[in-house]
Each structure stands twice: as C-alpha cells, then as structure tokens.
C-alpha cells in the first residue's frame, strides 16, 4: 500500500514538473488583412517566411522553429505555398488570414487562406 502512495505521489510530483517547465503556447489565434510585407529568407529559424498585415504584427512560417517551439515547424514545401499565396494576395490587393500560434513570444503560422 505504501508503494502505491509513494509511486502515485512521485508521479503526481513529476507530471507538475513537467507542465511547469513547458514553454507556453497559446492556441491558433487568427488575424486578417491585406499583406503589407512578405520576406523569405533563412536565419536563426532556418527556412523562414515572415509575414506582415496592416498593423505591423509579424507572423513567421519556419523550418526549425527552436527548444519548446517544435510543434510550430513547417516543412519547406509548405512555406513555398505559403510564399506563393500571400505574394498573390499582395499582388492582387487582395487579403488574406494567418491563423498563428504564440510561442515565447514569436507569432508562428499554423496555417493561411486567401480571402476573396
């Protein structure tokens, strides 16, 4: 019985350690508008797309998004498709929505759509 209580304590201890020590994250947010800037390069993410709408917040689609951020990597392919979107939307003035994720600080795109 003792064991019992020692091993679901021990447990109990290691799981709030484990969620206490998690980078946050915020759920997908959204935001929408026309595109005001759109840069593709590679830094301290790897791949990186950044986007920005009306308003100045930036939004970045990368390959390597760093520690406690992993969940927010894309693959090149998407960031490609992505670059190509949001470039059409610019071009044909038109707007789209970012649907982002927070991670320690960082706007990271989980996912675009062209608006009509």
Do not use: H
């Amino acid at each position: 019985m003792f064991k019992n209580k020692a091993i679901k304590s021990l447990m109990t201890v290691t799981t709030a350690l484990a969620l206490g020590t998690m980078s946050t994250s915020a759920l997908a947010a959204q935001a929408q508008g026309g595109v005001s800037v759109i840069e593709y390069g590679v830094g301290g993410f790897g791949s990186t797309l950044l986007i920005q709408l009306p308003g100045g917040a930036n939004y970045y689609a990368v390959t390597s998004a760093g520690t406690g951020c992993t969940a927010n990597n894309q693959t090149i392919d998407t960031i490609k498709a992505w670059t190509s979107m949001t470039q059409s939307a610019l071009l044909a003035g038109k707007q789209v929505r970012v649907y982002f994720s927070t991670c320690n600080g960082t706007n990271f795109v989980v996912g675009i759509d062209l608006l009509a």
